[in-house]
């Protein structure tokens, strides 16, 4: 049932009041038709209490914009969204249409630094793979909106399929839906990966959740069950007392990774959290992640507080992402057989007060027993 501007309400109760469903909440599709936009087919999700958000159907099924209650969840790079058309694989040329947002996806068959792989590689140019992969340059198929009742419930959703295929080599399919439900401040992503082809293919796969402000703000805290924390770099390592904190914007600041290892509960299932406790005059503002540690051993804490620049992100991963060449040499590399595939969720949540902070730190602290 859900909770509607302080009274939760029957779908009887609603439907009297409304003419159609929309005026409430939902989704609906949208095309983009501005300059190095144009084309992407988009979905827009309204949960009726202010958590809206966008799918990018024509960028792999990600999270661009998202907003609660006009305040952005997420961070957004001066690129703007940029049509899949646009794309370069090469180097580190994935930037060009890297635009931040709620949830961006890394792989599917690798992921992470632009590396050298044998010359007779087909996958990338002479051998050299760019940094993560195709899957969120790649448009969706057979994209499905729709929405229905279950119960008192109001479940809205996009389904669709990408596919990452290149004859002679990869051919791996992406079947992603992303449920809404109105009155609930919650996202969840439903992913299952399936090598389509007949002979072993190479998996890296990575939920790039990208944060700014205001929800960033300095003193912004990290809460993770952390049992060990590993610097990616030299520079990272210098700052590793203060991973748990974000500050102020800084001037020429460069990014500092840091690796976690996250307790999990008995069903192997983990979580992360991001909160502002002294936002909106104390309110506090924050959000978390949960997703399954099985499939997604390893999590990455990206910070970057430039001016401009100023951003984190928490990235859930099946890899690192120090190139596929390293995992492969570290044991690390998920290799899938023909026919078989990987299923992965990301259940993400706002949380829009004090008590919803407190809760939620208690949750994570449980994991950290």
Known sequence: MPNLFGKSYTKSEIMQRVGNIDQIGGAKKLMLTEGNTAGIEAIEFRNGNGLDFTVLA?????????????????????TGDVAAAYYDSLGFQWLRNFYGGLMLTCGMSWAGAPCKEDDECLEGFNGYLGIHGHV?????????????????????WVQGKVTEAQVFATNLELTRKIVGKLGENTIRVYDRVENKGWSKQDHMYLYHCNLGFP??????????PAK???????????????????PAPTKDQEEWVYYHDLGADADGHTMAAFVNREHDGGKGFGISFKWD?????????????????????????????DSRVLDREE?????????????YFLEINVLTNQEEITATEALVRKLMA
């Open 58 to 78: 024509g960028r792999g099924l990600d999270i661009s914009e998202a907003s609660y209650r006009g305040q952005s969840l997420c961070w957004r790079s001066h």
């Open 136 to 156: 969120s340059n790649t448009p969706a198929k057979n994209v499905c909106v729709d929405g229905e009742w279950q119960g008192d419930d109001y479940v809205y």
């Open 215 to 224: 929800l960033i703000e300095g003193g912004t805290e990290y809460l993770f």
């Open 228 to 246: 060990s924390t590993t610097p990616r770099t030299e520079l990272a390592s210098k700052h590793i007392d203060t991973w748990r904190e974000f």
């Open 293 to 321: 540690k099985k499939v997604m051993p390893y999590f990455i804490q990206w910070k970057m507080p430039a001016q401009g620049t100023y951003v984190t992100g928490l990235e859930p991963a099946n890899c690192h992402v």
């Open 331 to 343: 044991g690390r590399l998920v290799v899938l057989e023909p026919g078989e595939a990987r299923e």
